[in-house]
């Protein structure tokens, strides 16, 4: 079963909305989470690593003012793109690790699908 | 030069073929090296990770040569259902956080 969830898994809405997508580790602790983008028929973009409880960790040329993360919890990661423009649309995943495996792989949410008309 | 390397396909091969993947990585503290399958508009599925010594997962086998830094998944046997795109990660500690890096992806298209 699903051991990362995102939600939602849709969004589809209107030029200046900002979009608040979740990411929840379900039966394990999470000090770090990463947020993804990925372009159709592209690869998956790192755009930030988020810590618990600490500032994330932002990719070169991602808008940290953009792209809000916010890791309250050990389970719990959000990414709210703020003014959401027709150029963010995109698809968007999170990803989780066991907290005190290095070596164990991430795994995936679902993703995001959104839309900015 | 990319940090992590694909060609990015498609591979197109008959049912029952072998076929092969590489990928190439530039940062060699690389410390672990996975493989994921992904499917049309779905999220990458872990595939299985890379060990040096190689490993093998029925008819999936991954090996890594850290002197020539890439790493490679061969399937045997090939089913339809194989068809997907193959991402190559790897993992490595900079700027004070581990880092997942994800190839381009190597499309697959099993043929009937």
């Known amino acids: 079963g699903a051991v990362v969830s995102q939600h939602p898994s849709r969004v589809i809405c209107k030029s200046g909305t900002s979009v608040k997508i979740e990411c929840r580790s379900l039966?394990?602790?999470?000090?770090?989470m990463f947020w993804y983008r990925q372009f159709p028929k592209k690869s998956l973009m790192l755009m930030a690593t988020?810590?618990?409880?600490?500032?994330?960790?932002?990719e070169q040329g991602v808008e940290k003012d953009k792209f809000l993360i916010n890791h309250a919890s050990l389970t719990l990661s959000t990414l709210t793109v703020t003014s959401a423009h027709p150029e963010d649309s995109s698809f968007y995943i999170c990803?989780?690790?066991?907290?005190?495996?290095?070596?164990?792989?991430?795994?995936f949410g679902d993703g995001t699908r959104l839309s900015i008309l | 030069r990319k940090e992590v390397e694909q060609d990015p396909g498609p591979f197109n091969v008959p049912e029952g073929a072998t076929v092969a993947f590489n990928c190439t990585y530039s940062?060699?503290?690389?410390?672990?090296f996975f493989w994921y399958r992904q499917d049309c508009r779905k999220e990458p599925k872990l595939l299985m990770s890379?060990?040096?010594s190689g490993n093998e997962d029925g008819r999936f086998t991954a090996q890594l040569n850290r002197a020539s830094q890439y790493i490679s998944l061969l399937i045997r046997d090939s089913k339809l259902s194989d068809s997907a795109t193959y991402l190559c990660?790897?993992?490595?500690?900079?700027?004070?956080?581990?880092?997942?890096?994800f190839g381009t992806g190597t499309r697959l298209k099993v043929l009937a």
């Open positions: 990803s989780a690790k066991r907290a005190g495996h290095s070596n164990q792989p991430q795994h």
């Open positions: 039966d394990f602790q999470a000090t770090t």
């Open positions: 988020s810590n618990e409880g600490s500032k994330a960790t932002y």
């Open positions: 940062n060699s503290a690389s410390q672990s």
């Open positions: 890379v060990y040096s």
């Open positions: 990660a790897v993992k490595y500690y900079g700027s004070g956080t581990y880092k997942y890096i």
